[in-house]
């Protein structure tokens, strides 16, 4: 049992790759990628260095392209930067994809400075657009909320809102090593 809010990110990303042991999850650059680097990294871990704004974009693609279940965990200021991504999910709605946004409130990554976030309720916005979203802030809400979005047959979001972490682990710093691990995994072709 954890009803500590704001939620721990490691704690939910474990829970989350518990619930979902073989997905494909793409993460976004910085904390989100290093914290499941830190818990697990695993071959179809797809991690963003360096490309912000664009992680629920390549997980929209990746959902239409496979079918296996596609985890997006994105970030709060990141998903702000690409509100737009969040109608084009709606509008293909892969029942395969799952949006993930911790919402520490901050540039976590780049040292805290905070985010729009603070004001802007991104789930809402994805409810605006006709998606299925929730807004959960510990890890027993952020599990079953994730599970039944996983389980849903339409794309879902799943904001939930964490302690900003500072972690010491990084994934791998080869980008080709990565993509090359990725596609073996998931079975795809060049
Ligand atoms: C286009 C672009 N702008 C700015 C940056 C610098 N940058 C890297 S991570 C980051 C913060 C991301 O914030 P958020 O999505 O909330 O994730 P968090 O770090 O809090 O986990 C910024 C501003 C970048 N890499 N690319
Ligand atoms: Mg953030």
């Given amino acids: 049992m954890s009803t500590d809010s704001p939620a721990d990110q490691y704690e939910c990303t474990a829970r989350l790759l518990s619930v979902t042991p073989d997905a494909a999850i793409v993460s976004n650059l910085?904390?989100?990628?290093?914290?499941?680097?830190?818990?697990?990294?695993?071959?179809?871990?797809?991690?963003?260095w360096g490309s912000m704004g664009v992680t629920?974009?390549?997980?929209?693609?990746?959902?239409?392209?496979?079918?296996?279940?596609?985890?997006?965990?994105d970030g709060d200021g990141s998903m702000v930067m690409s509100l737009g991504a969040l109608a084009t999910?709606?509008?293909q709605n892969p029942p395969n994809l799952t949006?993930?946004?911790?919402?520490n409130g901050q540039y976590g990554t780049t040292g805290g400075q905070p985010s729009?976030?603070?004001?802007?309720d991104i789930a809402a916005v994805a409810r605006d657009v006709g998606l299925?979203?929730?807004?959960?802030?510990?890890?027993?809400?952020?599990?079953?909320?994730?599970?039944?979005a996983v389980d849903a047959d339409h794309a879902s979001v799943v904001v939930c809102e964490v302690e900003p972490a500072d972690p010491d682990e990084r994934p791998p710093f080869d980008?080709?090593?990565?993509?090359?691990?990725?596609?073996?995994?998931?079975?795809?072709?060049?």
């Fill in 116 to 120: 729009a976030s603070r004001t802007v």
């Fill in 132 to 148: 299925d979203a929730t807004h959960v802030t510990t890890a027993d809400d952020f599990e079953a909320a994730y599970a039944a």
């Fill in 99 to 103: 949006v993930v946004v911790w919402d």
């Fill in 175 to 190: 980008f080709a090593h990565i993509k090359r691990r990725f596609r073996d995994a998931v079975g795809a072709t060049e």
């Fill in 30 to 48: 910085g904390v989100a990628s290093y914290v499941l680097a830190g818990v697990e990294d695993r071959p179809r871990n797809f991690y963003l």
């Fill in 89 to 91: 999910v709606a509008d």
């Fill in 56 to 73: 629920t974009p390549v997980g929209l693609g990746l959902a239409l392209a496979l079918d296996d279940p596609v985890t997006v965990l």
